[in-house]
């Protein structure tokens, strides 16, 4: 199983950009999708998440401003970010709890990250 992002990029602040990632691989089924983030020297935080069943969770940082989606019959997860600002730079990952062909049992993969950058 393979995640792979796109869309990251260096914007100004105020901008929006669009991130991608799509699941490829011996996938049965996959649970939920969602993105994280890490910014240099910090930890690894939740961003969005969405549900197999449409349910979706942000954090409190980016409510109002980012957007999930998800697109089942192609494994794939967006996040549509507006307003961003600098504090929104980081490396952002995709990860999702997948089923495989392979063997019962669900796990978490993640993508390779992807930098945005927001300047001031």
């Known amino acids: 199983v393979q995640l792979v992002e796109s869309g990251g990029g260096l914007v100004q602040a105020g901008a929006s950009l669009r991130l991608s990632c799509a699941a490829s691989?011996?996938?049965?089924?996959?649970?939920?999708m969602g993105w994280y983030r890490q910014a240099p020297g910090k930890q690894r935080e939740l961003v969005a998440v969405?549900?197999?069943?449409?349910?979706?969770n942000y954090a409190d940082s980016v409510k109002g401003r980012f957007t999930i989606s998800r697109e089942k019959a192609k494994n794939t997860v967006s996040l549509r970010m507006s307003s961003l600002k600098p504090e929104d730079t980081a490396v952002y990952y995709c990860?999702?709890?997948?089923?495989?062909?392979?063997?019962?049992?669900?796990?978490?993969?993640w993508g390779q990250g992807t930098q945005v950058t927001v300047s001031s």
């Open positions: 691989g011996s996938i049965f089924s996959i649970n939920a």
């Open positions: 990860a999702a709890t997948i089923e495989t062909t392979v063997a019962a049992g669900s796990y978490d993969y």
């Open positions: 969405i549900s197999s069943g449409g349910r979706i």
